[in-house]
Nanobody, 115 residues
Framework: QVQLVESGGGLVQAGGSLRLSCAASGSIFGIKTRGWYRQAPGNQRELVADITRDGSTNYADSVKGRFTISGDNAKNTVYLQMNGLKPEDTAVYYC?????????WGQGTQVTVSS
């Protein structure tokens, strides 16, 4: 069973930075996209950023210019560098890997930004 394990969440002050990591426990074949979603209490889960196998990226308007998604194929890991964090960024962040066969989701990591 392949699992995605997130790490790097925590509590930071507004304006601070965090780097989230999502590592796959096993090999995932046929990857189409890797991405990050977030969900705040009472809200729907929303796309934060994703990246295709060829390196094309997509960001939510609310994070564009502040967040950067990247991947390390050798380590089978996807990252989300978050700079200039705002209280509105507070949420549980989930990594997602889509393949031609299946979608994988991580368990989520809490990010809390204090004002």
């Amino acid at each position: 069973q392949v699992q995605l394990v997130e790490s790097g969440g925590g509590l930071v002050q507004a304006g601070g930075s965090l780097r989230l990591s999502c590592a796959a426990s096993g090999s995932i074949f046929g990857i189409k996209t890797r991405g990050w979603y977030r969900q705040a209490p009472g809200n729907q889960r929303e796309l934060v950023a994703d990246i295709t196998r060829d390196g094309s990226t997509n960001y939510a308007d609310s994070v564009k210019g502040r967040f950067t998604i990247s991947g390390d194929n050798a380590k089978n890991t996807v990252y989300l560098q978050m700079n200039g964090l705002k209280p509105e960024d507070t949420a549980v962040y989930y990594c997602r890997v889509t393949t031609i066969w299946y979608d994988y989701w991580g368990q989520g990591t809490q990010v809390t930004v204090s004002s």
